[in-house]
């Protein structure tokens, strides 16, 4: 093994104190603490200012003026000391397969010659660029090329169909894709290229569309719009141009557009931009999971999800980690692969869903026993509440009752983690994200808005006196919808192309402050505890699905005349989707199968969307004002059938006696 030579985190918050003092301060003096840790990083020229916000419009910008690319801190700034260091460990889908391993150097070297790629087919500065790719290598390359060239990437999870690929490069108006033949997830391949040709019928205004191969499966190339990315790097290789000089953007220049889920049925393109969303991943990363130089970080997400964009790639890059990225699924080929994965690689840090563990708690302890898990320090979750149970088989089982689990809430909203405890360095408490990072101030509210009484962070205190003799204990102070009162780094600053989209979704239900759309429980220690969302959303398996995207897909099949769509709890998933449905003639034989449901979904969204549950019915409980009444429905999907409450307003109470009885 090469010598690591130790990148220091001098931000790293060390004990318990540390943290007390580091978020004392991050109130105080919000600017002071965050400018402090910005003195870290490598900027061409220093900011105008540290911050300048208002949540009315909202406005917010973080070291406007400074000049980065934030790719000469995730790798031009490691090559002095540990080029050698790897950068990137790549497990393919096939435990047969060889694995590849880029360290600094190379990862550098390859991201400048697609940078050069990017420049050679058209790109400039920024341009968005749509990356719908499986989990390679040259997934982590295309994204971070586009940083380096100062596009503005937009990653689409591989699973999303094609309809939602047009919907997002329409949004985005995405002049250039970067794609695989076809990607391997399990014992399937998914035909990716031949979902953007569907998706491009509807996009003329593509240019251009780079092609890996991955699985070698026949596709068609459009001559003058498709490219081959080993052609290309072919030419640059040949022009001989090695470095990429990065291009110089501004602290507050777009850096990303990811799409979520909202309660409208249309995705919104969540931006982040270049510093903020820079130093906040670094600064989460390194204190969350308390990474030391030679750990092995692998965080099990994908790339398509922030998750991944913030903890596989910058959070960890920045920090000079080595980060592994697994192309495959938890369960094959068979249920012991991340056991597996983590003994080959001596894996220091895993970072995983608790839908992912509860599945895996299914399988026993046979396929964990014959792997070697002493290398393990942290666990991780994130994406959903994680129940008591599985909680503890993480700890006991994976962990050995040696390793602390992070609980961290966060969003794609707001770039890394908030809410969370820090490794060996917070306390942990099951069931609790616990206490909110340095710099985040969480504060509960009633539905009118009014601050729950001992739920304010920042003025009630992250931790309480009655706390430090029994850290993780506590009973219930209060409960309410959680908002953000203060801005931070790596805080949305738009929804592309709408900002009044914004306002609207995250800063006017509450004045002054930032809606997370979660409901949130505080303890008398000052630990936070998220319920799930208190709006539209759902959470599948730790993915976000509106219900109104959902019901817009059923509507989509001629025979169905309205839907409503709603969650109820799912012992692997979370939530699980659960559909009403009416069709023109109940009477007659139905025209339409669950089958044809299923299928509508999965070609309108993709298959994560497709319902678990369909019920059809010839009608919905509606208000005389026609709205539908979902907290019956609510109900009646989680089989609480008795206790409906007030049914007297709806239209036609009778419609809820036929839902009943008709429940799956
Ligand atoms: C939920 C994923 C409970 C929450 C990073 C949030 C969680 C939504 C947790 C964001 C957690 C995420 N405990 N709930 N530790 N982490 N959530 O945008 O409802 O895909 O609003 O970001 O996931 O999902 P997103």
């Known amino acids: 093994m090469h010598q690591i030579i130790a990148m220091s985190y001098p931000f790293q918050i060390k004990s318990f104190d540390q943290y007390l003092a580091a978020y004392k301060k991050s109130v105080e003096d919000p600017e002071g603490f965050w400018s402090e840790i910005a003195a870290d990083f490598f900027w061409r020229k220093k900011w105008d200012k540290v911050l300048e916000w208002n949540f009315k419009e909202p406005k917010i910008e973080w070291f406007k003026g400074a000049k980065l690319n934030i790719t000469e801190n995730c790798l031009d700034r490691h090559l002095e000391k540990n080029a050698n260091t790897p950068a990137i460990i790549w497990e393919s889908n096939d435990p047969e397969e060889h694995h590849r391993v880029l360290t600094y150097r190379e990862l550098y070297n390859k991201v400048c010659q697609f940078a050069h790629v990017l420049k050679n087919n058209g790109v400039v500065k920024g341009d968005r660029v749509c990356i719908y790719m499986g989990m390679i290598p040259e997934l982590a390359i295309a994204v971070l090329a586009c940083a380096r060239a100062g596009a503005i990437h937009s990653v689409v999870f591989g699973g999303f169909s094609a309809q939602s690929i047009a919907d997002r490069l329409q949004d985005a108006k995405a002049e250039y894709i970067i794609t695989c033949d076809g990607a391997f997830r399990g014992n399937k391949e998914i035909q990716l290229k031949n979902v953007i040709d569907d998706a491009l019928v509807q996009c003329p205004f593509v240019k251009k569309v780079i092609v890996v191969t991955r699985t070698r499966t026949p596709v068609s190339m459009i001559k003058g719009r498709d490219v081959w990315w080993e052609d290309e790097i072919k030419k640059v290789e040949t022009q001989g141009s090695n470095d990429f000089k990065a291009e110089e953007m501004d602290a507050e220049d777009m850096l990303f557009i990811l799409y979520t889920s909202g309660s409208t049925g249309k995705p919104k393109g969540v931006v982040h931009t270049c510093g903020g969303y820079m130093i906040y991943t670094a600064y989460t990363f390194v204190n969350v999971f308390q990474y030391q130089p030679g750990d092995i970080h692998f965080c099990t997400a994908d790339i398509g999800w922030i998750t991944g964009h913030s903890y596989i790639l910058y959070g960890p890059l920045s920090a000079g980690a080595t980060t592994l990225m697994f192309e495959g699924i938890p369960t094959w080929p068979d249920a012991g692969r991340f056991w597996n994965i983590v003994d080959k690689y001596k894996v220091s840090i895993l970072y995983t869903a608790p839908t992912a563990i509860r599945s895996l708690m299914g399988f026993g302890l046979d396929v964990v026993k014959d792997h070697d898990l002493r290398s393990l320090k942290v666990l991780g979750t994130v994406g959903e509440p994680i129940n008591e149970e599985a909680w503890n088989w993480y700890h006991e089982n994976i962990g050995k009752g040696q390793c602390p689990v992070v609980d961290t809430w966060w969003q794609t909203e707001t770039a890394g983690v908030l809410i969370s405890n820090l490794a060996g360095v917070t306390p942990a408490k099951p069931t609790y994200a616990t206490l909110p990072m340095p710099g985040i101030q969480p504060v509960l509210v009633d539905e ?197 409450g007030d049914v007297t307003t709806l239209l036609d109470p009778s419609v809820v006696e036929e839902i009943k009885n008709g429940k799956i």
Not at 454 to 473: F, K, L, Q
Not at 509 to 529: A, M, Q
Not at 562 to 568: F, L, M, P, Q, R
Not at 586 to 597: A, C, M, T
Request: aromatic content about 8%; some cysteine; glycine content about 12%.
């Open 448 to 644: 009118n808005g009014k601050t729950v009484p001992g739920t304010d962070a920042a003025r009630d205190g992250v931790y309480t006196s009655e706390s430090i003799s029994s850290p993780a204990g506590g009973s219930l102070e209060g409960a309410g919808n959680l908002c953000i009162k203060f801005p931070w780094p790596g805080m949305l600053r738009t929804t592309y192309g709408d900002h009044e989209r914004c306002r609207l979704n995250y800063f006017s239900t509450y004045e002054n402050l930032y809606f997370t759309g979660d409901g949130c429980l505080r303890d008398k220690n000052g630990n936070y505890r998220i319920t799930g969302r208190v709006d539209d959303v759902l959470n599948v398996s730790g993915h976000r699905i509106g219900t109104a995207e959902v019901e817009n897909a059923i509507n989509m099949h001629a025979g169905v005349v309205e839907s409503a769509v709603v969650g109820y709890p799912h012992d692997i998933k979370g939530q699980g989707i659960y559909a009403f449905v009416i069709y023109p003639s109940l009477h007659n034989e139905p025209s339409l199968s669950r089958q044809d449901i299923t299928l509508t979904v999965s070609r309108i969204i993709g298959p994560i969307a497709k319902p678990d549950k369909i019920q059809f019915v010839s009608g919905l409980p509606k208000t005389r004002s026609g709205k539908i009444m979902r907290r019956i429905l609510r109900k009646i999907a989680e089989g609480e059938t008795d206790n409906l």
